[in-house]
């Protein structure tokens, strides 16, 4: 297989291109299979706070929750001709026992698309978040789009009333929690109707780790008339009120309830919109609303806090509401081209069953993240949360798993991503850092502060990592006269050889890895593990190459020598005898295996430490022997597997009929796992269930086959 760097460029520019619209689609086919069923729907997703989804079937069977499962209470209700029918969210306050039945659900990269029908309307409702990677500004603004649509079916004239509120929930971490809320003047053009909520003791950036909820900054729902008489109003009221009168007259109170500050659960205070309007034959009218979240500060960095990207130049919240209302529509249309063609690109290179599962854990990729500014610095950062295995922030070995989406769509991110845990173990910050080899994190989600001791260390794994990472921008700057690690080097030169010199070191590193964790720590560590030594020394090959690029002949021609001897004990000592075709888990265990996923940045750097006839074995003895109904384990000891690691490992079969049958079984493990949360990667292939962690960003692992096209691909796509 060649080097995929010399394609990726291209395939992420095809990308910022299609979204313009200058290129046509190479497809009518829709890219989405009809009736896939996703174990959790995106509907506001744009950070680790503000992860919201719908764990159910149907929008109306259960509130939306946060990734974890804390419910984070939005309600629908649509008004026909006097009768009221839910669409989201259960009411229970106000029990409106009639639902508007959903007829389907598309999930695209940056949009969910309801479509609801009885028999004289269709509805839809379209959750939009501008996640467009190679637009930092779009990419790092809170904000998320609802639009509702309502069309005629029966050829006659309705008259209709949608309503939509939030509760004090979505700015909340405990519901006992006290809020307040407010009203913004418009400014600068922006909507007539801008309502505030959040907590009246605002610690921001103090509470820390998993499963939490943001309790600091505020959210913000606003709206605008469509036209003159566009009858929209917005009101600040308890629930159980609000819906009730609703529900009974399709009106709401005139003014908003001052008995505040209370606790978020004391009569559930609501921000609620609501429209009426008729819709004749032959007619779609369109409302929208945008609801957004302003954090204050999203990282504390050792002591500094860092605000969102959006506001580096001191842009208010009233300011980036207005630029969000007047450019909706520009906005809408750019997602629109977005997704088709994205989507367009997916297909293309696989089929739609890859597609499908592509696009749902889009938002889901980006969704852990946060893009912000370093004032320090002048530059922006870009930040990961290690979402459900245990908050931690920025961790190197999550980043990686999760690296193939962003050198597809934008390697620059990458690049935001290394310079944080560079400076860490360069000393820039007030913690000192003395280890040899590369940090595994930098604390609990949001606050950074983990001294070089409290690490769960990960020496070859987090040092593999950042070498593999920083090599890939290194050959794409160089390979496209891009500046994708222009932040690295040179500030960061001997930093970055002082971990290669760490993997030369000795006894229990390399080529034999001793008693080490891997990023699969829930394994334990593996003695002699034989996909980490795997790792070390694709690792140490590619860092070869990135000092030829840098012009040092002498370095590389240095760590090339190791590089071919621990190659040559790899191959030598690796081969299970039992078979003689694959490789071992563990160096001293005959008659066993493990995916050997470490091999993918070889190929996507374009190195030949090892031969094709590894990875080649590897495909024939899973396929082979290992598959089972959704997937391949992740080693001989249990039937349990990361999806990630299963996509790295498609990415790389030689064979196209051994790559769709990996995906054909992680598509029907996404369709039919029982688990009704944001998709897992690590699950049991042979039941469908869920082990453990969910909505984690290492799913972006998806997008490794998308770094590895054939030309014949890319050609298609062009």
Known sequence: MKSALTTIFLIASLLVLNSAGFLPLKTSQDPLVDGFRPPAVPLIVFDP??????????????????????????????????KP?????????????????????????????????????TFEVTFSTPTIPTDLDLLSQPVTYITFKVSSNDGQTHQVEV??????????????????????????????????????????????GDGVGIDWGYAYLTVDPVDENDDVRTVIANSTVVRNQFAQSGTIPSQDENTYPRPASDNWPVMVVMWSFKVSPGQKQSRFLTFAYDDIYSIDYFGTKLPAYWKRDGKTASAMLADATQSYTQRLALLDEFDKNHLANLTAAADSKYATVASLIFRQAFGGCKLVWNQNTSTPWYFMKEISSDGNLHTADVIFPASPIFLYTNPYLLELMMVPLLAYANNETNVQYNLPWAPHDLGEWPIAFRAPNQQEQMPVEETGNMLQMIT???????QQQQSYDSL??????????????????????????????????????????????LKGIVALGNYVEACKIKGDYVCAAKYDLYTKNYTAYWLQNANDSTDGVHAKRQ????????????????????????????????????????????????????????????????????????????????????????????????????????????????????????????????????
């Open 85 to 121: 029918y839910r669409f989201m969210g259960p009411v229970p306050s106000n029990p409106v026992n009639d639902v508007i039945p959903q007829k389907s659900v598309r999930v695209q990269p940056t949009q969910t698309l309801y479509t609801f029908q009885n028999d004289k309307i």
């Open 49 to 82: 706070y503000m992860s919201i989804w719908s764990m159910a079937d149907n929008l109306y069977d259960d509130f939306p929750k946060l990734w974890c499962g804390t419910i984070k209470a939005l309600t629908g209700i649509i008004r026909v001709d006097g």
């Open 488 to 533: 690295i080097f040179p500030k960061y030169k001997n930093l970055i050889e002082s971990w290669a010199v760490y993997l030369t070191s000795g006894d229990g590193v390399l080529p034999n890895p001793g008693d080490q964790l891997c990023t699969d720590d829930f394994l334990g560590p593996i003695p002699q593990n034989v996909n980490l030594a």
């Open 472 to 478: 890939a921008l290194t050959k794409l700057s160089a």
């Open 163 to 208: 309503y939509y509120d939030q509760t004090a929930e979505i700015a909340v971490h405990s519901t006992d929690q006290v809020v307040a809320w407010s009203r913004l003047a418009s400014k600068n053009g922006g909507p007539k109707y801008v309502m505030s909520m959040g907590t009246t003791d605002q610690k921001v950036c103090v509470r820390n």
């Open 587 to 718: 160096y001293d265990l005959s008659n066993t295996w493990s995916l050997k996923y470490n091999l993918l940045y070889q190929y996507i750097v374009g190195t030949t430490t090892f031969p094709t006839s590894v990875i080649e074995n590897e495909l024939a003895f899973y396929i082979g022997k290992q598959l089972n109904t959704y997937g391949i384990p992740l080693d001989n000891k249990a039937t349990f597997t990361k999806l990630d690691w299963e996509a790295w490992i498609a990415a790389m079969a030689p064979n196209p009929a051994d790559r769709t049958e990996i995906f054909e079984r992680i598509y029907k493990f996404a369709n039919e796992t029982p688990q009704r949360v944001p998709l897992t990667d690590w699950y049991d292939t042979v039941q469908g269930t869920q082990k453990g962690f969910q909505a984690r960003t290492v799913l972006g692992g998806l997008y490794a086959w998308m770094l590895l096209q054939p030309t014949s691909k890319t050609t298609i796509i062009a």
